[in-house]
């Protein structure tokens, strides 16, 4: 089973940049799709961005489209999201999903494994 933690949260000034990563353990992660969600106070969690299992497909939810970057590196088990031209609107804390189907992930319709979180702060 996979294990999810992630790091690199923290507070940054509007419009600045960071960039967050999940770390999963178990030699199955590359057949995963991964995602990002956050959740803001007194809102759902949503999804941000999601990537297949490969890397080679990405999504982007609107509100971070031209902004956001997701990527993933198999062989070190690690996927990022970095964030840049960061909005207060962006401040939330930060999940990272897995799941054998894409369109789970990105639908938010209960990903298998969840990580802890991780909070960013981004203020104006």
């Known amino acids: 089973q996979v294990q999810l933690v992630e790091s690199g949260g923290g507070l940054v000034q509007a419009g600045g940049s960071l960039r967050v990563s999940c770390v999963a353990s178990?030699?199955?992660?590359?057949?995963?799709?991964m995602g990002w969600f956050r959740q803001a106070p007194g809102k759902e969690r949503e999804c941000v961005a999601a990537i297949n299992w490969s890397g080679g497909w990405t999504y982007y939810a609107d509100s971070v489209k031209g902004r956001f970057t997701i990527s993933r590196d198999n062989a070190k088990n690690t996927v990022y999201l970095q964030m840049n031209s960061l909005k207060p609107e962006d401040t939330a804390v930060y999940y990272c999903?897995?799941?054998?189907?894409?369109?789970?992930?990105?639908?938010?319709?209960?990903?298998?494994?969840w990580g802890q979180g991780t909070l960013v702060t981004v203020s104006s």
């Open positions: 999903a897995a799941d054998p189907s894409i369109v789970v992930v990105i639908n938010n319709r209960n990903p298998q494994i």
């Open positions: 178990g030699r199955t992660f590359s057949s995963y799709a």
